[in-house]
T-cell receptor, first 109, second 115 residues
Framework: KNEVEQSPQNLTAQEGEFITINCSYS?????LHWLQQHPGGGIVSLFM???GKKKHGRLIATINIQEKHSSLHITASHPRDSAVYIC???????????FGKGTRLHILP | DVKVTQSSRYLVKRTGEKVFLECVQD?????MFWYRQDPGLGLRLIYF???????EKGDIPEGYSVSREKKERFSLILESASTNQTSMYLC??????????????FGEGSRLTVL
């Protein structure tokens, strides 16, 4: 079983819809990252959080440490949000970073 | 603007060739990482370095070596490239000087094809 699981693996939605991507993990962590990867390769860090909630523009990330779960929300989704979204956790012991396999999001105009 | 720069976006090499992938960061970060990314497998750690001249094996180090002679540069070396090393290679860096950040910065990736 993977230590970091993301759902869904693929998501297609219409422009304007509210999007939720989920991440569950099974190890103790010191931080959780949400990353975005557009076609062509480059990965951009969206959020790093260890508790609570963070907001940046139309993106919101939440984490529940007790339940070992995080969500990434996109409000008023737009075709330019189409990308792969990756959840990654930094282990509390040893500092190793473990990546989920990503969620491929496609927003239709 | 912070930057992680990988030397080549696309490379095509032949089986048995020696391949160098270079990564440079301008943020004075202590930590640098090399990952490969394959469809269905996500990002897998090959090697990482916490300081100059220090290196640690990641999850899939076989067939690879690394070099970190200067703080800003972390090189990945394929001594004898094989077709199963065809992949997207991503370099990343982070700082541990401020434990509240530790944000990861990635390069644009190097897509290697071994024929």
């Amino acid at each position: 079983k993977n230590e970091v699981e993301q759902s869904p693996q693929n998501l297609t939605a219409q422009e304007g819809e509210f999007i939720t991507i989920n991440c569950s993990y099974s190890v103790g962590i010191s931080a959780l990252h949400w990353l975005q990867q557009h076609p062509g390769g480059g990965i951009v860090s969206l959020f790093m959080l260890s508790s609570g909630k963070k907001k940046h523009g139309r993106l919101i990330a939440t984490i529940n440490i007790q339940e070992k779960h995080s969500s990434l929300h996109i409000t008023a989704s737009h075709p330019r949000d189409s990308a792969v979204y990756i959840c990654a956790v930094r282990r509390a012991i040893g500092d190793k970073i473990i990546f989920g396999k990503g969620t491929r999001l496609h927003i239709l105009p | 603007d912070v930057k992680v720069t990988q030397s080549s976006r696309y490379l095509v090499k032949r089986t048995g060739e020696k391949v160098f992938l270079e990564c440079v960061q301008d943020m004075d970060h202590e930590n640098m990482f090399w990952y490969r990314q394959d469809p269905g497998l996500g990002l897998r750690l090959i090697y990482f370095s916490y300081d100059v001249k220090m290196k640690e094996k990641g999850d899939i180090p076989e067939g690879y070596s690394v070099s970190r002679e200067k703080k800003e540069r972390f090189s990945l070396i394929l001594e004898s490239a094989s077709t199963n090393q065809t992949s997207m290679y991503l370099c990343a860096s982070s700082s541990t000087s401020d434990r509240d950040t530790g944000e990861l910065f990635f390069g644009e990736g190097s897509r290697l094809t071994v024929l």
